[in-house]
């Protein structure tokens, strides 16, 4: 006797959008999700919105000459699969399987299927994660973030519909404040789940909830479906899995999660038999800057920045290119963490800060979260947006100055330390003005301005003229302290190609199942060990539709 048909853990984008498919060809669903309603949807809710399109009508009214091939060509040379992988051999096999799928999924029906759910998007594409290496290296060749109108909650908006339907159906219950603390096998196969009722709560999207105990259930279902997210609330296991070779991540870490990202689903897999692949993975961004009044633990956001600001290390000496604002996250992280720095810099003036900063999140973009066609066209005026202006006024780590020397010293007193030379910092600028003032320049960071600026959209509204630093009605400097931010989670649960689990020797376990971040966006890491950005919300919406059709 069951009590349900299927049982999906989580609440967020992924399991939403499995749940939703399984009710919609008739099955009955119970979701659990251990924190409030006040939290439905989970991450998603957050997120900017962005969506990795391939060939889209957005895409082709820029002129952009965009194809499957091209884009799956762009995923090959940033996953970086084991040897093998293509030919189903070796770890990756899933991995590069889920990753051919999804590249035709996002060049084929992905666009169609949401727009007829009545999602629409911000028609400027946006060029994420540029690379700047060799051909067949990571990046994106061109622009492919399309920013949903409504931003994450837009995505939503639909599946959120269509739970309410099926609640009124009688095919859906979502039971919040159920944490599973174990999965059900009997022979072998997973026949359900236990967890705890916890205490009710009033605490407002995102913030922490206690994890007191006031019951006990227990629960069967044909089918169990994990939805649980990643590890990146969780700092201890983060470290933990760090690689060895990327260095030391440092002692202080912001988060770009709610605390309820804490890897427990990958554990309820572990306990079950499930094989979790690719640990080390992760993808945490270099640019975080702490919220002043935050929401969660640690709570930071992520500056999404252009291409102009000098990128120093703790220390003040330059990254090397391409490691350049918004080229290659990873990449740069590494550089960072393998040479020990605590924190690194943003180094610019006001004018580029106008035109280039914008900040990741639902919450830090209200005219496109809330679709504010008025509040939109400033971001074409001059001037930051309104939230990025907030940070500036009112953030610690935005240091002002008119001059480089005077620049060194307040970035030194927010560190209490003496490691940026003043006459060192002042040379840097020096040597990036004279080059910029040359009219073309060899610095391939310059040369990268210039690139970007012959893509309409960069060059009206994301990447300032180039001009020296030091130009006075575009002043006055800034230096901006950045942190890493924690946030996806690229290994996960080993899955087929239809979602279900797989045990350490490759074969599926009975009755269990695994979508979004839980499991690497599909198959324990479609990303490999890099991500073109856009891919995250659509990956959950493409694991938890294989997950949703295949049960």
């Known amino acids: 006797m069951t009590d349900t048909d299927v049982i999906v853990i989580g609440a967020g984008l992924a399991g939403l959008v499995a749940a939703t498919e399984l009710t919609r060809r008739g099955q009955r669903v119970i979701i659990l999700d251990a924190e409030p309603a006040a939290s439905l949807g989970g991450q998603a809710f957050w997120s900017f919105g962005g969506l990795f399109l391939v060939d889209s009508p957005e895409q082709r009214r ?9 884009a799956f060509s762009d995923w090959l040379g940033s996953a970086e699969f084991a040897a093998g992988a293509e030919r189903g051999e ?24 949401l727009h007829e759910l009545g999602v629409r998007w911000f028609p400027l594409v946006q060029w994420a994660e540029r690379g700047g290496y060799l051909a067949g290296g990571h990046g994106n060749t061109l622009p492919r973030f399309h920013v949903t109108w409504g931003t994450g909650p837009g995505v939503l908006a639909p599946f959120l519909a269509a739970a309410r339907f099926a ?63 990643g590890i990146g609330a969780n700092h201890d296991l983060v470290r933990s899995a760090w690689p060895e070779a990327a260095g030391t991540l440092p002692e202080q870490l912001l988060s770009g999660v709610p605390d309820g990202t804490d890897g427990s689903g990958l554990q309820l897999a572990r306990d079950a ?43 003040g000496q330059r990254l090397p290119a391409p490691l350049f604002p918004g ?44 679709k504010d066609l008025r509040l939109l066209a400033q971001r074409v005026l001059p001037g930051a947006v309104g939230p990025v202006e907030a940070f500036a006024q009112h953030s610690p780590d935005f240091v002002w100055a008119d001059t480089p020397a005077e620049l060194a010293a307040g970035m030194n007193a927010l560190t209490g330390s003496s490691d940026i030379d003043p006459a060192a910092l002042n040379r840097l600028i020096e040597l990036r003005d004279a080059q910029v003032a040359s009219g073309l320049g060899k610095d391939p960071q310059i040369a990268a301005i210039h690139h970007a600026r012959g893509y309409v959209v960069d060059k009206r509204m994301r990447v300032a003229p180039p001009r020296p630093l030091t130009t006075a009605k575009d002043g006055p400097l800034l230096a901006v302290r950045l942190q890493v931010l924690t946030r996806k ?24 199942y695994a979508a979004g971040e839980a499991a690497g966006f599909g198959g324990g890491g479609v990303h490999g060990r890099r991500a073109l950005e856009g891919t995250f919300l659509a990956g959950c919406l493409y694991s938890g539709t294989v997950v949703g059709t295949s049960i």
């Open 327 to 370: 080229f290659d996250a990873l990449g740069a992280l590494e550089h960072l963490t393998t040479g020990g720095h605590p924190h690194s810099w943003f180094v610019l003036n006001k004018a580029i800060m106008n035109t280039e900063f914008a900040l990741s999140g639902s919450d830090q973009n209200p005219d496109l979260t809330g």
């Open 167 to 229: 609640r009124s159906e009688g095919l859906l219950q979502i039971r919040f404040r159920h944490r599973v603390t174990d999965l059900v096998v009997t022979d072998g196969q997973v026949t359900g789940v236990r967890a705890d009722v916890l205490a009710p709560t009033t605490a407002p999207r995102g913030e922490p909830t206690s994890r007191e105990v006031t019951d006990q259930i227990e629960l069967a279902a044909h089918a169990v479906v994990l939805a649980t997210g």
């Open 489 to 512: 989670t690229l290994g996960g649960v080993h899955t087929d190609t239809s979602g279900r689990v797989l045990d350490a020797r490759g074969e599926a376990i009975g009755g269990l």
């Open 273 to 315: 038999g499930g094989a979790v692949v690719h640990a080390e993975r992760m993808w945490h961004y270099p640019e975080g800057i702490a919220m002043p009044e935050g929401i969660w633990s640690r709570h930071g956001v992520r500056i999404l920045p252009g291409p102009s600001s000098l990128w120093l290390d703790s220390t």
């Open 62 to 70: 820029l002129g952009l000459r965009d194809s499957a091939e091209l």
């Open 90 to 113: 070796g770890p990756d096999a899933m991995g590069y399987a889920w990753a051919q799928r999804f590249v035709e999924f996002a060049a084929g029906p992905m666009r169609e299927w």
